[in-house]
């Protein structure tokens, strides 16, 4: 079952601010998630996040949220590992 991907506003706006290399290595990895919205190597995040996955590419971090009853994968933000935790919107 292909799952949709979804980005959220400032998911595509930090997306398109990144240079072309990097953001083709995170396009990529974010299009195998609709194969596998689970694949190894994903973290579920603690405590109040805790509905949200994080998905590794380099020194960039891909936060998102699955929704199993509508296949869907929002993505929440996208930023290096040292600013993508900062100011993280509550799971819904």
Do not use: C
């Not at 949200?52 to 699955?66: A, C, E, K, S, T």
């Amino acid at each position: 079952m292909k799952y949709r991907v979804e980005l959220s506003r400032p998911a595509r706006k930090e997306l398109a601010a990144l240079p072309h290399q990097e953001r083709f290595r995170l396009l990529k990895a974010i299009q195998s998630l609709t194969n596998d919205p689970r694949p190894h190597g994903t973290k579920a995040l603690q405590g109040a996040y805790r509905l949200f996955h994080r998905l590794r590419v380099g020194n960039f971090r891909v936060i998102y949220q699955i929704h199993d009853q509508t296949v869907l994968v929002q993505i929440i933000r996208i930023a290096s590992r040292g600013k993508v935790y900062r100011n993280l919107p509550r799971p819904s």
